[in-house]
C-alpha cells in the first residue's frame, strides 16, 4: 500500500518516492496476495450507504466516520453488454450490524465485477476493480451512493463497448462526491459522463504517441499498469479506512500522486505529463459543455483539481533543475499549495480561473528571481504570450472551432512549441539548462 507522509515531503519530492515505489513493486503480479482458505474467490467491503467517498476532501476531524448500513443483501455481479447485471455470487449475504460483508464466487480471472447492496427500497453499487481469484481475497472500497455512480458510467461503458477504453483510474480519479451527485439525480447524465471520460483518454492516448510527446507503446503499457495498481491499493485503502473521513482524504491525495508517479516510473518527464493532461483535460471539459451547469462546473472542479497538481509537481521539479534556492521553492510549494486549495474551494469558473492567474503570476516572478539574468526578457516573452496577438490567443482561436481529437492535440503541441522557440531565440547566451527550466516553467504558467 502506497504511503506518503507529506509533512516531510514536497509534492514533487513526494511524487518521485511514490514513483520508485511503483517501479520496486511492479515486480510482483498479485495486487492481493491474500489467502482466502477456501476454492472460492472472496469479495469484502463494507457498505455505508448514502455517505459520500471523498466528501471530507476540505475537512479535517478525525472524528468524522462513515456509518456502516446493517442488514443490507449483498450479491456479486458482472456487468452484461446489453448493461443488465449477472449475479456471479454463489450466494447473497447479509452486512452485519458495522455493514461489513464477505461474498463468494466461484468466478476466477475476472476484473471489474459489480458488488451490488439492496436494503428495502435503497440500492448501492462497487465495481471491484482488483481482478478475483480462486483462493484469495480481494477488497471492494465502501459502497455507497459515489461508488453507485462509477458503477453506472461503467455500465454505460460496456453498453456503448467502451469499457476497455477508460481505466479504473480515471473513473476513480474525475466521478468524485460532487460529481456523483449529478450523475445520481440525472436520467442522462451517466451516458454523458461516459462519454466525456471516453473522450479524454482517446485523446489522450493519441497525443501520447503525437511526436512531441513521444510515448512509445511500451511505456504507455508501464503506465497503465502502474495506474492500475494504484487503483486497487487505493480501493484496498478505503476500505481498510472505511470508517474515517479524513484518512479516505488522505488516501485519494496519495492516489492522485500514484497516478503521476505511473508515469514518471515509466521514464516520462513530470512536465511532459502536465503538458498531455492538459490537452486531454480541455479535450473532457469541451465535451462536458453538454451537461447542466451545475455538472459542468462538478466535472470543471474534479479535473482541474488534478489538473493542477500534475502542473504543480512539474513545476517544482523545473524550479529544483534550475537551481532554485530553498527560499525560492519555499515560495513555489506555497503558491501551488494555494492554487490547489483555492480550485477544491472554487463556487464558480472564474474563482478557478484566477486560482491559475495567482499561480501564474507567482511562477512568473520566481522564475525572474531564479534567472535574474534575464528578468526582463522573462516578462517580455511572457508578455508576448498573452498578448492580443500572442500564442495563447492563437491558441484559443485554434480551439473554438468543432472539436476533434486531431485539432485540440495539434493546436496545443503547436503552442508549446511556439513558446519553446520564442524562449530559444529570445535568451540568448542562457545554458541548455536555463533554456529548459525557462521553457518548460513559461508554458506551465500560461497553461490556464
Do not use: P, W
Given at each position: 500500500m502506497l504511503k506518503i507522509n507529506k509533512s516531510h515531503f514536497s509534492l514533487f519530492q513526494g511524487i518521485l518516492t511514490i514513483s520508485l515505489l511503483l517501479i520496486f513493486s511492479s515486480c510482483s503480479k498479485d495486487d492481493n496476495p491474500v489467502d482466502s482458505g477456501g476454492a472460492n474467490a472472496k469479495v469484502t467491503g463494507k457498505v455505508t450507504g448514502d455517505s459520500g467517498l471523498y466528501k471530507s476532501l476540505q475537512k479535517t476531524s478525525d472524528t468524522e466516520s462513515?456509518?456502516?448500513?446493517?442488514?443490507?443483501?449483498?450479491?456479486?455481479?458482472?456487468?452484461?453488454?446489453?448493461?443488465?447485471?449477472?449475479?456471479?455470487?454463489?450466494?447473497?449475504?447479509?452486512?452485519?450490524?458495522?455493514?461489513?460483508?464477505?461474498?463468494?464466487?466461484?468466478?476466477?480471472?475476472?476484473?471489474?465485477?459489480?458488488?451490488?447492496?439492496?436494503k428495502s427500497t435503497s440500492q448501492w453499487k462497487a465495481v471491484v476493480y482488483s481482478e478475483v481469484k480462486s483462493n484469495s481475497t480481494v477488497y471492494c472500497q465502501p459502497v455507497n451512493t459515489q461508488t453507485t455512480a462509477h458503477a453506472d458510467v461503467y455500465s454505460q461503458m460496456v453498453v456503448s463497448g467502451q469499457a476497455s477504453l477508460v481505466s479504473s483510474?480515471?473513473?476513480?480519479?474525475?466521478?468524485?462526491?460532487?460529481?456523483?451527485?449529478?450523475?445520481?439525480?440525472?436520467?442522462?447524465?451517466?451516458?454523458?459522463?461516459?462519454?466525456?471520460?471516453?473522450?479524454?483518454?482517446?485523446?489522450?492516448?493519441?497525443?501520447?504517441?503525437?511526436?512531441?510527446?513521444?510515448?512509445?507503446?511500451?511505456?504507455?503499457?508501464?503506465?497503465?499498469?502502474?495506474?492500475?495498481?494504484?487503483?486497487?491499493?487505493?480501493?484496498?485503502?478505503?476500505?481498510?479506512?472505511?470508517?474515517?473521513?479524513?484518512?479516505?482524504?488522505?488516501?485519494?491525495?496519495?492516489?492522485?500522486?500514484?497516478?503521476?508517479?505511473?508515469?514518471?516510473?515509466?521514464?516520462?518527464?513530470?512536465?511532459?505529463?502536465?503538458?498531455?493532461l492538459r490537452v486531454s483535460?480541455?479535450?473532457?471539459?469541451?465535451?462536458?459543455?453538454?451537461?447542466?451547469?451545475?455538472?459542468?462546473?462538478?466535472?470543471?472542479?474534479?479535473?482541474?483539481?488534478?489538473?493542477?497538481?500534475?502542473?504543480?509537481?512539474?513545476?517544482?521539479?523545473?524550479?529544483?533543475?534550475?537551481?532554485?534556492?530553498?527560499?525560492?521553492m519555499s515560495s513555489v510549494t506555497s503558491a501551488g499549495a494555494t492554487l490547489s486549495a483555492s480550485i477544491s474551494s472554487a463556487t464558480t469558473i472564474s474563482q478557478m480561473n484566477d486560482a491559475y492567474v495567482?499561480?501564474?503570476?507567482?511562477?512568473?516572478?520566481?522564475?525572474?528571481?531564479?534567472?535574474?539574468?534575464?528578468?526582463?526578457?522573462?516578462?517580455?516573452?511572457?508578455?508576448s504570450i498573452n498578448g492580443s496577438t500572442g500564442a495563447k490567443a492563437t491558441l484559443n482561436t485554434a480551439l473554438s472551432g468543432t472539436f476533434s481529437a486531431t485539432l485540440y492535440i495539434n493546436a496545443y503541441t503547436s503552442f508549446y512549441n511556439a513558446l519553446t522557440t520564442t524562449?530559444?531565440?529570445?535568451?540568448?547566451?542562457?545554458s541548455s539548462t536555463q533554456l529548459s527550466s525557462a521553457t518548460e516553467l513559461l508554458i506551465l504558467a500560461n497553461m490556464n
Open positions: 462513515n456509518l456502516g448500513v446493517s442488514g443490507a443483501t449483498v450479491i456479486l455481479a458482472q456487468v452484461q453488454a446489453d448493461g443488465s447485471l449477472k449475479t456471479v455470487s454463489t450466494q447473497s449475504v447479509q452486512t452485519d450490524v458495522n455493514g461489513s460483508f464477505t461474498v463468494e464466487t466461484n468466478v476466477s480471472g475476472a476484473q471489474n465485477l459489480v458488488v451490488v447492496a439492496t483510474a480515471d473513473l476513480q480519479m474525475y466521478l468524485n462526491s460532487s460529481v456523483a451527485a449529478q450523475i445520481n439525480s440525472s436520467t442522462t447524465a451517466k451516458s454523458q459522463f461516459a462519454s466525456c471520460l471516453t473522450t479524454e483518454s482517446q485523446v489522450r492516448a493519441q497525443a501520447s504517441s503525437h511526436t512531441y510527446f513521444g510515448i512509445s507503446n511500451s511505456q504507455l503499457q508501464t503506465i497503465e499498469n502502474a495506474r492500475a495498481q494504484a487503483s486497487v491499493a487505493f480501493q484496498s485503502s478505503l476500505n481498510s479506512h472505511a470508517e474515517s473521513q479524513s484518512s479516505a482524504a488522505q488516501d485519494f491525495r496519495t492516489y492522485q500522486q500514484a497516478c503521476i508517479a505511473a508515469y514518471t516510473s515509466a521514464s516520462v518527464k513530470l512536465e511532459t505529463y502536465a503538458k498531455l483535460s480541455r479535450a473532457y471539459m469541451t465535451q462536458s459543455a453538454q451537461l447542466s451547469s451545475s455538472a459542468y462546473f462538478s466535472a470543471s472542479q474534479s479535473v482541474n483539481a488534478y489538473l493542477a497538481l500534475a502542473i504543480r509537481s512539474a513545476a517544482e521539479s523545473k524550479f529544483q533543475e534550475a537551481g532554485a534556492s530553498s527560499t525560492q495567482q499561480y501564474h503570476n507567482s511562477v512568473v516572478a520566481q522564475l525572474k528571481l531564479v534567472l535574474s539574468a534575464y528578468a526582463s526578457l522573462i516578462d517580455s516573452i511572457d508578455a524562449v530559444q531565440t529570445t535568451l540568448t547566451g542562457a
